[in-house]
């Protein structure tokens, strides 16, 4: 019999793998990459946050049991990452937080208490608080703007603007296509962080509509500290594969901040923002997958 497993806390986490060409299985209880040769690759599952899975991979059953116990996120990729077409939600998600956010959304006063700490953390400083949704958004437009001709000018790179074809790839120019590449990776990350502590991906505050608005929402928390400056480098050197160098980079920027560290305090403080009281959970309750005898510090069974 293996020992009982034992959940690691998501801020001591690595960030993200990714993963190309195939399968992913259990074997002699290791998780493992097994390629068409049969040659086996060792995943340390249990002490990852999110795996991306690119095109070329297949699953087992197995494998998908085993992440789920362990926590860590299974999200399916395009090529490279530009494009994420489902996520595996690791087990622990916990319906008194979902109904908590649930609950800030539809009330719209609570609503715009919450946007307006996101752009405070933006803005780094208070906003007007007489301004709606709609015109913080204007004003975090033209911030947004400012924000990549800066960071542009300091790599030496003219910007002329955010525009790409998700259809076709190569249209996009290169500092584009560095830029969602990097924001790809950052979105991985926070939705294995919401996930974890037991919120929906599709609530958001300032995003809505979209599977992943909520992700978007607590995404750009950290943006501009960490993935933007990242892609703007890589776009910088010209490389012959600039997606895998905003992968790297963005996977030792990841480390550098401990932004995993950051992500769940971040979506607590910016809920709280909204006044409403956090539900208690109630007596019956679906206990954890992996149960833990000690709180780990964070909300979520994985810590």
């Not at 986490?13 to 290791?30: H, Y």
Request: glycine content about 10%; overall charge positive; aromatic content about 6%.
């Amino acid at each position: 019999m293996l020992p009982p497993l034992k959940p690691i806390t998501i801020k001591e986490r690595m960030s993200m793998l990714f993963l190309e060409r195939g399968e992913l299985d259990v074997l002699d209880g290791a998780f493992v990459l097994v390629d068409k040769n049969g040659v086996r690759t060792q995943i340390p599952i249990g002490s990852v946050a999110c795996l991306m899975l690119e095109p070329g991979t297949r699953v087992s059953h197995a494998a998908v049991v085993l992440a789920a116990r362990v926590g860590c996120l299974l999200i399916w990729v395009g090529e490279a990452g530009v494009r994420l077409y489902a996520a595996g939600q690791p087990g622990g998600a916990r319906s008194d937080r979902l109904l908590y956010q649930a609950k800030l959304a539809l009330d719209p006063e609570a609503r715009l208490k919450v946007v307006q700490k996101m752009y405070e953390i933006r803005f780094q400083g208070p906003v007007p608080s007489h301004y709606s949704i709609e015109q913080l958004r204007g004003m975090e437009g033209a911030r947004v703007r400012e924000m990549y001709v800066q960071i542009g000018n300091q790599n030496g790179i003219t910007w002329k603007g955010r525009g790409y074809d998700h259809t076709e790839w190569e249209s996009g120019d290169l500092s584009n296509r560095c830029l969602s590449s990097a924001t790809a990776c950052l979105y991985g990350i926070c939705e294995a962080a919401i996930l974890a502590a037991g919120y929906a991906p599709a609530i958001g505050f300032i995003h809505s509509g979209k599977p992943q608005s909520f992700v978007y929402d607590i995404a750009d928390l950290f943006k501009f500290e960490t993935v933007v400056p990242v892609a703007f480098r890589v776009a910088a050197k010209n490389p012959t594969d600039p997606e895998r160098m905003v992968r790297l980079g963005c996977r030792d920027m990841f480390r550098e901040t401990r932004i995993l560290r950051k992500i769940i305090p971040a979506i607590e403080t910016v809920l709280a923002a909204g006044g409403l009281p956090v539900p208690q959970a109630p007596a019956d309750t679906l206990k954890p997958a992996i149960p833990v005898e000690k709180g780990l510090g964070d909300a979520g069974h994985r810590g």
